[in-house]
């Protein structure tokens, strides 16, 4: 699921615009996972993760909220980390405004590069207005936020999870990205220096 939601399109309808942005990047977080939320315990806050798949699970960290969307037969989910602004006929020039004002740079005043604007799984909730309060727990709704699938299979490369703490982490490949805008997520896999089968691997289209 992690993989087939790369290349997806997020829609979010706010102030009379549908917001959009496609999906660069996700990490799955599955059974057995001492990474996963879910390991540490069942709790109302964690809820989601158990409930029906296409729940949206989100939480927060201390730079914001986080989107997830539970799969599988539970407690599994996919962090929707990292997307790059669209604009097109059902997301026009204005709803990309609007997405930097959701999401200014630090400094308040200036606008973020659009190819960065949604680059972390922060930015990404800011610029479309997501909030734990306002979204965990439900499904999608289309005349609010859905995702729309993707019209093209995108060229997928996977690495190693960001942010997770060494004794949590046993080395899962379970990061994907969109390798044509590997620029636009969280950490750039394919930075200079970076070496095919250590930094980063790829994934065959047909399994993509």
């Known amino acids: 699921m992690a993989r087939e939601l790369i290349g997806c399109v997020l829609r979010r309808w706010l102030d009379g615009l549908w917001l959009g942005a496609q999906i660069v990047e996700t990490e799955a977080y599955g059974l057995d996972d001492p990474a996963s939320h879910a390991h540490l315990g069942r709790t109302p806050s964690r809820e989601p993760m158990w409930m029906p798949p296409g729940t949206i699970y989100m939480y927060h960290s201390r730079a914001g909220a986080s989107l997830n969307v539970s799969c599988g037969t539970g407690p599994e989910a996919v962090l929707i980390k990292a997307g790059v602004p669209i604009v097109d006929e059902r997301s026009p020039q204005a709803a990309l405004d609007a997405m930097h004002q959701l999401n200014p740079a630090p400094d308040g005043r200036s606008r973020r590069a659009d190819r960065r604007l949604c680059a972390g799984q922060t930015l990404l909730c800011r610029a479309l207005g997501l909030t ?16 729309e699938a993707r019209k093209a299979r995108p060229h997928i490369i ?3 999870r960001l942010g997770i703490r060494p004794e949590r982490d046993d080395g899962r490949r379970s990061r994907y990205v969109d390798r044509d805008f590997a620029g636009s997520a969280t950490s750039n896999p394919l930075r200079r220096g970076a070496v095919a089968g250590r930094d980063y691997w790829e994934i065959d289209p047909e399994e993509g």
């Open 158 to 160: 996977s690495t190693l």
């Open 132 to 147: 734990v309060a306002g979204w965990t727990g439900r499904q999608f709704d289309p005349k609010r936020f859905y995702i």
